[in-house]
């Protein structure tokens, strides 16, 4: 194991002793369908690989301020997902806070690294990526803050990590390169940047940051993964594999073991700043014993994170998931049966983060006629009260264009 590995698995353990397949996804959350799974699976790696330390148990003296006072909600973040468009807009922001206000909500996730790469407000950040790849669609950052801060709406910056198409393009070393030496792309021209390089994760990290400084509360990393392409190992790619390409593992517990690698690092570099840590993962995740393909362990990444949000929209299962045919049609009890995989699995582990589903405020038309209906509000209250019977209180609501159900 190269000594990076080893310097990391060391201080994790150090800290905290002493503080302490399947479908093929298009794309984390979007309204896009997922191919047919079948069969579903619980078996566990016996231990995980690293269990990051508690930030509670860490003085507040040492915890970096921003200046900015928002309290983790008493009964449990409930929060809708905001564009940099929305979020940089005050008319709009006045109508979304009127809106959470009016609504028992009581927290934003704000894109601030975009889908695209960019990061979306000027942090003045020393980093010379973030400096270049800065578009200032939230010109003016501390006053949303503040906005924030007098609804008391828990602020939680959403940072895309590794589906990255601005640096890609920019320094396509730092991503993943057909045989010709092109740049692999998806489908839709959409590229990503390299998980097992550390300058990928310190990227990542550094934004994070940045957001801590200002006053956002949590962290949420979203594309924790490598791209679904591999889900085939002959796939061809030439990339780069780092401290990893010497690692005794073969080239699937590579991937997972540098998702998970990730989490743990990203954790530990934002403790000080006092920022809780979420990761977003594909429902999917928990049911099988890892996603190989795209590394990520919903085990070994649920014990290094405070909130794992699980995306579990109905309309993104498999036409018989669960056993429930066009689960789109049955919101209630599509969320009833994953959280009965869910929550075992969670509370089996080392650390127990909390859980913060993910759930689905639009409409998937594009399933085709009899495969999806309109969700509206008794549709978002359906998943909301499964959560409910299972004794799950916090949650996410997801629309790509932030129109919301009243």
């Known amino acids: 194991m190269n000594k990076f590995i080893k310097g990391l ?6 800290l905290a002793s002493s503080v302490l397949a399947s479908p093929v996804f298009a794309s984390e959350n979007n309204e896009s369908a997922e191919d047919e799974a079948t069969a579903i699976e619980l078996n566990l790696r016996e231990k995980p690989y690293l269990v990051a330390p508690s930030m509670a148990n860490i003085p507040n003296k040492f915890k970096y301020d921003s200046g900015i006072n928002i309290a983790y909600p008493e009964d449990g973040v409930k929060g809708i997902y905001l564009t940099p468009w929305s979020a940089g807009n005050p008319t709009r922001m006045d109508e979304l806070i009127s809106y959470v206000n009016s609504n028992d909500l009581n927290a934003m996730v704000i894109d601030i690294k975009d889908d695209e790469g960019y990061v979306v407000t000027d942090f003045k950040s020393e980093d ?3 400096q270049k790849n800065t578009v200032d669609y939230i010109e003016n950052i501390d006053g949303l803050m503040k906005q924030l801060e007098e609804n008391q709406i ?9 589906k990255d198409s601005v640096l890609a393009a920019d320094e396509p070393s730092m991503s993943f390169l057909n045989q010709d030496g092109s740049i692999w792309r998806y489908g839709n021209d959409e590229m990503f940047i390299n998980p097992f390089l550390k300058e990928t994760w310190d990227y990542a990290v550094n934004v994070g940051i940045e957001a801590a400084k200002v006053g956002f509360k949590e962290i949420q990393f979203d594309y924790v993964r490598f791209p679904e392409v591999f889900s085939d190992d002959a796939n061809g790619l030439v990339y780069d594999m780092g401290d990893y390409g010497d690692m005794d593992l073969d080239p699937t517990e590579k991937r997972v073991q540098a998702i998970t690698d990730f989490v743990a690092y990203a954790r530990e570099k934002l403790m000080p700043y006092g920022v809780e840590v979420s990761v977003d993962i594909f429902g999917y995740a928990a049911t099988v014993e890892e996603a190989s393909g795209i590394g990520q362990d919903f085990s070994d990444i649920s014990n290094n994170v405070d909130v794992i949000s699980s995306m579990i929209y109905p309309s993104h299962w498999g036409t018989t998931y669960f056993g429930i045919v066009s689960p789109d049609l049955h919101p209630y009890e599509l969320v009833d049966e994953y ?3 869910e929550l075992p699995l969670l509370e089996s582990l080392e650390h127990t983060p909390t859980t913060r589903p993910w759930l689905q405020d639009f409409t998937a038309s594009y399933l085709g006629a009899g495969n999806y209906k309109e969700y509206g509000q008794a549709e978002v209250q359906a998943q909301v009260q499964a959560l409910a019977d299972h004794g799950v209180t916090e949650f996410l609501l997801w629309n790509a264009s932030n129109e919301y159900t009243y």
Do not use: C, D, N, Q
């Open 128 to 130: 010379a990526h973030i």
């Open 154 to 162: 828990y602020p939680i910056a959403r940072i895309v990590a590794f």
């Open 339 to 341: 959280m009965k995989v």
């Open 9 to 14: 698995l060391a201080t994790s353990v150090l």
